[in-house]
């Protein structure tokens, strides 16, 4: 159970620090207005999300078996 709640609160903590990055650090980042780059800071952070619970649930089907 605990290394259940530690990992939830990983995802949280690296949900927040890449919306700070995004909220804070990226306006002052000079990007073209375009739509394939609002595409991609849109759809990043869901995408790194994803590949980190599909990683973690890879390694734990690897390790029951």
Avoid: G
Wanted: no cysteine.
């Amino acid at each position: 159970m605990e290394n259940q709640l530690s990992f939830i609160v990983k995802l949280l903590v690296l949900s927040a620090l890449i919306s700070l990055l995004i909220k804070y650090v990226l306006p002052s980042v000079a990007l073209p207005a375009t739509a394939t780059n609002a595409l991609i800071l849109v759809l990043l952070p869901s995408m790194i999300m994803a590949i980190a619970l599909f990683w973690r649930f890879q390694t734990q089907k690897t390790n029951l078996t």
